[in-house]
């Protein structure tokens, strides 16, 4: 009697260390950009809720990351993937690098849409919308008021031997961002005079730096570096007086809102075609739609959310959101992006 005790409960101790080794293998590995951010409690609280190990794998800049996901295709190196934006969405469909089954979440109305393509989902072929954010041209106040120079009311005046080596812009071939302004001025101005612009800029001093991050933290006048006027985002004013380690009611820097240069991004997530925890991944997109995190990122990564019905954050009221954007169709994103990107390359760098 005593043995039979032991074996069972040895049997039922075995059972349930490998079930337990079951539960501490699944794990959910999300591809994101550098610059998701959200709160560790409430990723936490997803892990509880799912069941699931988080693994964030932070890819780069945008760019940077979609290049590695394509690379990686074969042996994918995540099962579900945040950041992928409108601009980058044709090649990520081009790569066929996402799964296009994602069930009812592509059911839910959203404020955004990942192309003109879209229903009253915003979904596009599997990629979800998760944020809205404005790219466009951020400067120094102070700088300017100091320098007692007026700011530029034109692209064009950028190009003016006034502004010469004032402006950084990160390089759209692997910032997102650097893409989207690339994108708004070749909407904007057309083509051509487009190009005509970038190499009058070239000869003006533009600096180019591989993603926002550096754009913004290294070059940037408020953080030390050298150039006045940065390619960011229409809430970066709000993201410096909430960061501000002074009480401040008023921010030290300011929108661009120039004709040509503002281009509405959005965000998306979505499966992994090969992906392993297909259950896993849908709930995580889900979670990234829901309001608690839909309210964080709004202080987190400083997007507006494409969630309807979510209350902006205070802090907003220090952002603005441009009256006027540029923005192109998927077709045309599709047959020209990769071109005017090799074309942007040959104008402003080589």
């Known amino acids: 009697m005593q043995r039979r005790f032991f074996v069972l409960v040895s049997t039922s101790l075995a059972a349930l260390c490998v079930a337990g080794a ?3 293998q699944t794990t959910l590995r999300v591809m994101t950009h550098s610059s998701f951010d959200l709160p560790k409690p409430l990723l936490a609280q997803f892990e509880k809720d799912a069941g699931v190990k988080l693994q964030i ?6 760019g940077e990351m979609l290049n590695k996901l394509i690379l990686s295709k074969a042996s994918p190196v995540a099962d579900v993937v945040y950041g992928i934006d409108n601009t980058l969405l044709p090649r990520a469909l ?3 690098i996402v799964d296009s089954d994602i069930g009812s979440i592509a059911q839910r109305a959203a404020d955004a849409a990942m192309s003109d393509h879209a229903d009253r989902s915003g979904v596009h072929a599997g990629v979800v919308p998760i944020d809205v954010g404005f790219v466009n041209l951020n400067i120094d106040k102070s700088w300017f008021e100091k320098k007692g120079l007026a700011l ?3 692209l064009q005046d950028l190009a003016k031997p006034a502004y010469r080596d004032l402006l950084v812009v990160p390089n759209p071939a692997t910032s997102s961002p650097g893409q989207a302004f690339m994108l708004a ?6 083509e051509q005079a ?9 000869a003006n001093g533009v600096k180019v730096v591989k993603g926002w991050s550096e754009a913004y933290y290294t070059e940037f006048t408020r953080n030390g570096g050298t150039r006045p006027i940065v390619v960011s985002y229409a809430t ?7 960061y501000s380690k002074e009480n401040i009611s008023t921010s030290p820097t300011a929108n661009l809102f120039l004709a040509g240069g503002v281009f509405r991004q959005v965000e998306g997530a979505a ?3 090969g992906g392993k925890a297909r259950e896993a991944g849908v709930k995580f997109i889900a979670f990234l739609r829901s309001t608690p995190v839909q309210q964080a990122l709004q202080t987190t990564m400083w997007m507006y959310p494409a969630e309807p019905g979510v209350a902006l954050d205070p802090v907003m009221q220090h952002a603005q959101a441009p009256a006027r954007f540029e923005s192109l169709p998927l077709k045309t994103l599709t047959e020209q992006a990769g071109a005017w990107q090799q074309r942007w390359t040959r104008v402003v760098l080589k």
Not at 57 to 62: L, N, R, V
Not at 194 to 202: N, V
């Open 22 to 24: 079951a539960h501490a």
């Open 194 to 202: 487009a190009f005509d612009w970038w190499g009058q800029m070239r």
């Open 271 to 273: 499966l992994l075609k």
């Open 57 to 62: 794998i932070k890819g780069g800049d945008a």
């Open 236 to 242: 970066s004013p709000a993201a410096e007086v909430f």
């Open 185 to 190: 001025t070749i909407a904007g101005l057309g």
């Open 94 to 96: 081009a790569a066929g």
């Open 152 to 154: 530029p009311k034109t």
